[in-house]
């Protein structure tokens, strides 16, 4: 059974860092691409980020590049999600997403698994 579970999120001041982490398991985490979305209520689930199988190529959302990085630890089966400098604009449920095909996609309906999500309360 495979589960992917985020942590990390919580309330932090504009300007400010967070790191979510996304544990894996019940999955050869090393086969496949990762990625970060977010979604805020009644709004489309979105794109932030995404790295491919090795971690040698990643990708991200316009914006959210150069304050956010995406990383992997294929030893600890686990993905983070460096954010800084945030925005009250980024407030949203943050959830990782495994794609068994190995590369990088912006797209929704190509991950085959999906965390619970763990909320990111950005204040101004």
């Known amino acids: 059974q495979v589960q992917l579970v985020e942590s990390g999120g919580g309330l932090v001041q504009a300007g400010g860092s967070v790191r979510l982490s996304c544990a894996a398991s019940?999955?050869?985490?090393?086969?496949?691409?990762m990625g970060w979305f977010r979604q805020v209520s009644g709004t489309e689930r979105e794109f932030v980020a995404t790295?491919?199988?090795?971690?040698?190529?990643?990708y991200y959302a316009g914006s959210v590049k150069g304050r956010f990085t995406i990383s992997r630890d294929n030893a600890k089966n686990t993905v983070y999600l460096q954010m800084n400098s945030l925005k009250p604009e980024d407030t949203a449920v943050y959830y990782c997403?495994?794609?068994?095909?190995?590369?990088?996609?912006?797209?929704?309906?190509?991950?085959?698994?999906w965390g619970q999500g763990t909320q990111v309360t950005v204040s101004s």
């Open positions: 790295i491919n199988w090795s971690g040698g190529s990643t």
């Open positions: 019940g999955l050869t985490f090393s086969n496949y691409a």
């Open positions: 997403a495994a794609d068994q095909r190995r590369g990088l996609s912006i797209l929704v309906h190509t991950y085959d698994y």
